[in-house]
């Protein structure tokens, strides 16, 4: 009878279209947890081990940890929490969002092949980018927006990868995922998405087509300036074979990253509600403001792509970009003045 009742509820939930679904809150708490077996602790631990005990009688090579530098089970937490976020299969963890951009970079590209990224990426890794050129690896930059044209005419015979940001850092400029995704795909092209800016909260890139998503949690994902970290998601098969290039490279993040990195996750979805709400209130008030040049928020209908923001996005996040009015010495006599703001690089924290 409890059998049969199961079966109806199911049959309930998918005519509804829910099939099941966990909702972002409750991915953000549960996904990828695991309650130790030894103690029954409720949180995941941190395990502070640089070796395990190896090889081991009771477990075949393939399921065993060996090393931290290979696996650990506090990252795995993360990962999986991360992925399970993305609507991806499997995720990595890196020591920060550089590690993780360069293991993608380095995973899909060779020497004599040719890049495409968007201008306006964060400054960080454009360099990273521009290094590329010593190991024989051609690039164009190009402005995508909704100017495939430009896009179109960048793509060459060895075009491997389209990388991009939206938002982008500073300017918050918005592409649009699911046609970019559709271009590569009929060129035979890779996807990376930078998602930092959105998280998966406000937009999912592989469900729009994208091929492998990459993060610094350092921002939003931790959420609390406590950390410096990276994550890739992404299909299974490549991010098993891209465990072996960060067990080569050595980049993978520490335990007690991992354990902050999944603590602050747990509010993620919370904490991007408040974001977003906050996040529009400052634009609009800002947008309103005599003092103030101009805004940059997707939100805002005066966005020069409010339209594909809204297709692809669920909330605009906590990143407003300004121009005050007036010279240099003008606006930094504005900063100096901010009240509560606190003046420094990084976003996506609590605090900001
Ligand atoms: C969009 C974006 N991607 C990547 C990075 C690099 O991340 P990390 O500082 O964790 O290496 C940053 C850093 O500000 C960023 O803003």
Redesign the pocket.
């Known amino acids: 009878m409890k059998k049969l009742y199961g079966i109806y509820l199911q049959i309930f939930w998918s005519l509804l279209g829910l099939k099941n679904e966990k909702g972002f809150s409750t991915k953000s708490v549960h996904a990828g947890e695991f309650i130790e077996k030894e103690s029954g602790a409720v949180i995941v631990p941190i395990y502070q081990t640089s070796t395990f005990l190896y090889p081991r009688e009771d477990k075949p090579e393939a399921e065993s940890y060996i090393y931290t530098r290979i696996r650990n089970p506090t990252l795995e937490a993360a990962e999986k929490k991360i992925a399970a976020l993305e609507g991806a299969e499997a995720g990595l963890v890196f020591s920060?969002?550089?590690?993780a951009?360069h293991a993608t970079l380095s995973y899909f590209l060779k020497p004599g092949d040719h890049i495409i990224y968007i201008n306006d990426v964060?400054g960080?890794?454009e360099v990273q980018l521009k290094l590329l050129e010593k190991y024989g690896i051609e690039r164009t930059q190009v402005i995508i927006e909704s100017d495939f044209d430009a896009l179109l005419d960048a793509i060459r015979e060895n075009t491997k990868l389209i990388y991009f940001?939206t938002p982008t850092?500073p300017l918050l400029r918005i592409t649009d995922i699911k046609e970019v995704a559709k271009i590569a795909k009929e060129h035979g092209i890779i996807t990376v998405v930078?998602n930092?800016?959105a998280t998966p909260i406000n937009q999912q890139p592989l469900l729009l087509g994208i091929d492998v998503v990459v993060h610094?949690?350092?921002?939003y994902l931790n959420g609390h300036s406590d950390i410096?970290?990276?994550a890739i998601v992404g299909p299974a098969n490549y991010m098993s074979e891209m465990l072996q290039l960060r067990r080569a490279f050595g980049g993978i993040m520490d335990p007690f990253a991992g354990f902050l990195l999944l603590r602050g996750m747990k509010t993620l979805a919370v904490r991007m509600a408040m974001h977003n709400k906050n996040g529009m209130a400052i634009a609009e008030f800002l947008e309103d403001h005599p003092k103030i040049e101009r805004v940059y928020y997707p939100g805002l209908t005066s966005h020069i792509s409010h339209e594909i923001a809204k297709k692809q996005m669920r909330g605009y996040g906590g990143m407003v970009s300004f121009e005050v009015k007036g010279n240099a010495e003008e606006t930094y006599h504005f900063m100096k003045n901010l009240k509560i703001a606190t003046i420094a690089?990084?976003?996506g924290l609590f605090h900001k």
Do not use: A, C, H, R
């Open positions: 920060s969002g550089l590690s951009i964060y960080g890794t940001e850092n930078d930092t800016f610094s949690v350092t921002k410096i970290g990276g690089v990084s976003l």
